[in-house]
């Protein structure tokens, strides 16, 4: 069975990089169409995507949060590490990390970790 | 503001009808591009509702339909249950930037 979790700081300073990282089990990133996913949630906002990576390296970022965004895997790990730099209090928020297969959305996610950006 | 529109709120009784729409544009739903559905119950990660515009997951009952036209997709969801009240977004691709995953904004549905 498939499984995602998220792991990291729970609180980081003004202008610090946050790094996350999400350990998954069940499935193989070197499996063909097969990518994991950030995405992160504002306390009582909206989801927003944030970056994703696939079996052959191919990446995507948000265009809003390219500049400071990084995303990278390990496969003999069974991770995907997500870099945000220069983090603000804005960036305070619940990050998932997500699996999805060719073009059938995200269909399994990880619990979410909270991280709060404030000195 | 996203690139995705969707209504803040819609509510509705229970056993009633409702539908949550999802508006784009050309470069993502009107590319062609596949629109999924997630829930959010409160406190918790969403759960992919509807794949690729119109498929339900193992597991989801068949009160929950996806369709899309032209650059927008809906959610219907009939028989209306007071578990359905959640927070439901829609999501696509958007081909231009280098590509990239966008959500709506998110639609809070209240069973009233």
């Known amino acids: 069975q498939i499984t995602l979790k998220e792991s990291g700081p729970t609180l980081v300073k003004p202008t610090q990089t946050l790094t996350l990282t999400c350990t998954f089990s069940?499935?193989?990133?070197?499996?063909?169409?097969?990518?994991v996913g950030w995405i992160r949630q504002p306390p009582g906002k909206a989801l927003e995507w944030l970056a994703l990576?696939?079996?052959?390296?191919?990446?995507r970022y948000s265009p809003s949060l390219r500049s400071r965004l990084t995303i990278s895997k390990d496969t003999s790990k069974n991770q995907v590490v997500l870099t945000l730099t220069n983090m603000d209090p804005v960036d305070t928020a619940t990050y998932y990390c997500?699996?999805?297969?060719?073009?059938?959305?995200?269909?399994?996610w990880g619990q979410g970790t909270l991280v709060t950006v404030s000195s | 503001q996203s690139v995705l529109t969707q209504p803040p709120s819609v509510s509705g009784a229970p056993g009633q009808r409702v539908i949550i729409s999802c508006t784009g544009s050309?470069?993502?739903?009107?590319?062609?591009?596949?629109v999924h559905w997630y829930q959010q119950l409160p406190g918790t990660a969403p759960k992919l509702l509807i794949f690729?515009?119109?498929n339900r997951p193992s597991g989801v009952p068949d009160r929950f339909s996806g369709s899309k036209s032209g650059t927008s997709a809906s959610l219907a969801i009939t028989g209306l249950q007071a578990e359905d009240e959640a927070d439901y977004y829609c999501?696509?691709?958007?081909?231009?930037?280098?590509?990239?995953?966008?959500f709506g904004g998110g639609t809070k549905l209240t069973v009233l």
């Open positions: 999501q696509s691709y958007d081909n231009t930037l280098s590509g990239f995953c966008v």
């Open positions: 990576i696939y079996w052959d390296d191919d990446k």
């Open positions: 050309s470069s993502n739903i009107g590319a062609g591009y596949h």
């Open positions: 069940g499935f193989s990133l070197r499996s063909s169409g097969v990518g």
């Open positions: 997500a699996h999805r297969r060719d073009n059938s959305g995200d269909d399994y």
């Open positions: 690729a515009n119109m």
